[in-house]
Protein backbone atom coordinates (compact mmCIF):
# COMPACT_ATOMS: atom_id res chain seq x y z
CA UNK A 1 0.00 0.00 0.00
CA UNK A 2 1.67 3.76 -0.99
CA UNK A 3 1.03 6.68 -2.28
CA UNK A 4 1.81 8.13 -6.04
CA UNK A 5 5.04 9.17 -4.46
CA UNK A 6 6.05 5.83 -2.80
CA UNK A 7 5.25 7.12 0.65
CA UNK A 8 3.43 4.21 2.87
CA UNK A 9 -0.02 5.41 3.04
CA UNK A 10 -0.83 5.02 6.55
CA UNK A 11 -3.99 7.02 6.35
CA UNK A 12 -5.04 4.39 4.27
CA UNK A 13 -3.92 1.84 6.38
CA UNK A 14 -5.66 2.97 9.41
CA UNK A 15 -9.14 3.45 7.62
CA UNK A 16 -8.75 -0.47 6.54
CA UNK A 17 -8.26 -1.12 10.28
CA UNK A 18 -11.20 1.39 11.45
CA UNK A 19 -13.06 -0.73 8.68
CA UNK A 20 -12.59 -4.20 9.71
CA UNK A 21 -13.23 -3.77 13.35
CA UNK A 22 -16.25 -1.63 12.85
CA UNK A 23 -17.43 -5.02 10.46
CA UNK A 24 -15.89 -7.13 13.03
CA UNK A 25 -16.92 -6.38 16.14
CA UNK A 26 -20.33 -6.83 17.38
CA UNK A 27 -21.08 -3.00 18.45
CA UNK A 28 -24.76 -2.81 17.82
CA UNK A 29 -25.45 -6.20 20.16
CA UNK A 30 -27.93 -5.99 22.82
CA UNK A 31 -26.63 -6.22 26.34
CA UNK A 32 -28.09 -9.17 27.12
CA UNK A 33 -26.42 -11.19 24.02
CA UNK A 34 -22.94 -9.18 25.02
CA UNK A 35 -23.02 -10.12 28.79
CA UNK A 36 -23.16 -14.03 29.21
CA UNK A 37 -23.23 -16.05 31.84
CA UNK A 38 -19.14 -16.71 32.87
CA UNK A 39 -17.56 -13.98 31.15
CA UNK A 40 -13.48 -15.00 30.22
CA UNK A 41 -12.62 -10.73 30.86
CA UNK A 42 -15.37 -8.23 29.89
CA UNK A 43 -16.54 -7.83 26.33
CA UNK A 44 -18.70 -5.23 27.00
CA UNK A 45 -15.84 -2.92 28.59
CA UNK A 46 -13.75 -3.62 25.88
CA UNK A 47 -16.25 -2.96 23.00
CA UNK A 48 -17.09 0.34 24.42
CA UNK A 49 -12.48 0.96 24.62
CA UNK A 50 -12.03 0.37 21.31
CA UNK A 51 -15.16 2.20 20.11
CA UNK A 52 -13.76 5.48 21.48
CA UNK A 53 -10.61 4.28 20.29
CA UNK A 54 -12.37 3.89 16.48
CA UNK A 55 -14.43 7.29 16.75
CA UNK A 56 -10.80 8.88 18.05
CA UNK A 57 -8.97 8.00 15.11
CA UNK A 58 -11.65 8.55 12.63
CA UNK A 59 -11.82 12.32 13.96
CA UNK A 60 -7.88 12.33 13.58
CA UNK A 61 -8.14 11.67 10.18
CA UNK A 62 -11.13 13.45 9.02
CA UNK A 63 -8.70 16.15 10.98
CA UNK A 64 -5.81 15.35 8.27
CA UNK A 65 -3.80 13.61 10.77
CA UNK A 66 -1.01 11.23 9.36
CA UNK A 67 -0.98 8.23 11.65
CA UNK A 68 2.65 6.85 11.78
CA UNK A 69 3.14 2.99 11.75
CA UNK A 70 3.90 3.18 15.61
CA UNK A 71 0.13 4.28 16.02
CA UNK A 72 -1.38 1.31 13.52
CA UNK A 73 0.56 -1.10 15.66
CA UNK A 74 -1.12 -0.23 18.54
CA UNK A 75 -4.36 0.10 17.28
CA UNK A 76 -4.12 -3.38 15.42
CA UNK A 77 -2.42 -5.30 18.80
CA UNK A 78 -5.73 -3.56 20.57
CA UNK A 79 -8.15 -5.04 17.88
CA UNK A 80 -6.39 -8.42 17.96
CA UNK A 81 -6.68 -8.36 22.59
CA UNK A 82 -10.37 -7.51 21.92
CA UNK A 83 -10.96 -9.92 19.64
CA UNK A 84 -8.80 -12.91 21.06
CA UNK A 85 -11.33 -12.13 24.22
CA UNK A 86 -15.05 -11.72 22.37
CA UNK A 87 -13.87 -15.08 20.91
CA UNK A 88 -13.50 -17.15 24.18
CA UNK A 89 -17.07 -15.64 25.26
CA UNK A 90 -18.42 -16.70 22.00
CA UNK A 91 -19.07 -13.18 20.14
CA UNK A 92 -17.16 -13.06 17.16
CA UNK A 93 -15.32 -16.12 15.06
CA UNK A 94 -13.55 -14.22 11.74
CA UNK A 95 -10.40 -12.87 12.71
CA UNK A 96 -9.55 -9.30 11.48
S1 LIG B 1 -18.06 -9.01 32.86
FE1 LIG B 1 -18.61 -7.44 31.35
S2 LIG B 1 -19.48 -8.53 29.65
FE2 LIG B 1 -19.51 -9.91 31.40
S3 LIG B 1 -21.52 -9.64 32.38
FE3 LIG B 1 -20.11 -8.23 33.36
S4 LIG B 1 -20.34 -6.32 32.23
FE4 LIG B 1 -21.17 -7.93 30.96
Not at 39 to 46: A, I, R
Not at 71 to 90: E, I, Q, S, Y
Request: with cysteine.
Amino acid sequence: MSTASGKPDTRTAMRRLIEEARATFPFDAPEAQICADGCDGCSMKLLEFIGQQLDEWEVRLDDGERPDFGDLHRLGRLCRKTFDVLKRNGLVDTPI
